[in-house]
């Protein structure tokens, strides 16, 4: 057998700081849950994620709980995504699901839709946080679903560097209609070939 040597084993326990021109990533605080319960309660978002059911009471403490717990948390990632000049909470990054052994994680991102959405704060926030993973963390593989319903999610997902995988048929049953979920991944050969961070803004 040969052996491969490898870089250490990844984990999520850093919280970085990350800086963009158009956004900046810090890692969340229980003063970000009012804007978790935001973005929880926004219908756009709830359509675009599959997220069914009403927003249940408790959520705001529910939501402090999860985001004050993540500074400990060393197999997911939450990042709030804010406005640089303001500070203004504008959604989250999140990397979670950490396979350790084989490298992968899955990843997702949802921003407050009226005062966030098409103002390329996506995009920046999704190469910040892959850039992060793949040349901090030595991940290998990131993964994540998008309903056929999200093409503005799928485009930002394939412009940074996620290929389509396939494709789960009618995996979301939403208003009566069956909607397809599309697999895509970016592995770090995928992203050293779109050029990393820096050379393919
Ligand atoms: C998906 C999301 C993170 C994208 O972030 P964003 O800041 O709105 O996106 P950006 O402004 O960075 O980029 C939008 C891109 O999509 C393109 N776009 C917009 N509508 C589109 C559509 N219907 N079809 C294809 N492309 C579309 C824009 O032209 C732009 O691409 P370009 O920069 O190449 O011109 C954000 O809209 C969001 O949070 N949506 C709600 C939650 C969600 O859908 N999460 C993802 C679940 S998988």
Same mark, same amino acid.
């Given at each position: 057998?040969?052996?491969?040597?490898?870089?250490?084993?990844?984990?999520?326990?850093?919280?970085?700081?990350?800086?963009?021109?158009?956004?900046?990533?810090?890692?969340?605080?229980?003063?970000?849950?009012?804007?978790?319960?935001?973005?929880?309660?926004?219908?756009?978002?709830?359509?675009?994620?599959?997220?069914?059911?009403?927003?249940?009471?408790?959520?705001?403490?529910?939501?402090?709980?999860?985001?004050?717990?993540?500074?400990? $948390?060393?197999? $997911?990632?939450?990042?709030?995504?804010? $406005?640089?000049?303001?500070?203004?909470?504008?959604?989250?990054?999140?990397?979670?699901?950490?396979?350790?052994?084989?490298?992968?994680?899955?990843?997702?991102?949802?921003?407050?839709?009226?005062?966030?959405?098409?103002?390329?704060?996506?995009?920046?926030?999704?190469?910040?946080?892959?850039?992060?993973?793949?040349?901090?963390?030595?991940?290998?593989?990131?993964?994540?679903?998008?309903?056929?319903?999200?093409?503005?999610?799928?485009?930002?997902?394939?412009?940074?560097?996620?290929?389509?995988?396939?494709?789960?048929?009618?995996?979301?049953?939403?208003?009566?209609?069956?909607?397809?979920?599309?697999?895509?991944?970016?592995?770090?050969?995928?992203?050293?070939?779109?050029?990393?961070?820096?050379?393919?803004?």
């Amino acid at each position: 057998m040969i052996e491969v040597m490898t870089s250490p084993t990844p984990s999520f326990v850093a919280k970085p700081t990350l800086i963009g021109k158009r956004v900046l990533l810090r890692p969340v605080t229980v003063a970000d849950a009012p804007g978790l319960v935001e973005l929880l309660n926004d219908p756009d978002v709830r359509r675009l994620t599959g997220t069914h059911g009403q927003v249940r009471p408790g959520v705001l403490e529910r939501a402090e709980a999860l985001y004050s717990a993540q500074a400990a $948390e060393d197999d $997911e990632l939450y990042l709030a995504v804010v $406005e640089p000049a303001t500070g203004e909470y504008l959604g989250e990054v999140v990397l979670e699901d950490l396979d350790a052994d084989n490298r992968s994680c899955s990843f997702r991102i949802a921003l407050v839709g009226p005062r966030a959405f098409g103002r390329g704060y996506g995009t920046e926030a999704t190469r910040l946080i892959l850039a992060h993973a793949f040349e901090a963390v030595g991940i290998h593989r990131v993964g994540l679903e998008v309903f056929d319903f999200n093409p503005r999610a799928r485009h930002v997902y394939e412009r940074v560097g996620f290929v389509h995988e396939g494709t789960k048929r009618q995996a979301l049953h939403w208003q009566g209609a069956w909607v397809d979920a599309h697999v895509l991944a970016v592995l770090a050969d995928d992203w050293s070939r779109h050029g990393g961070f820096p050379a393919s803004r």
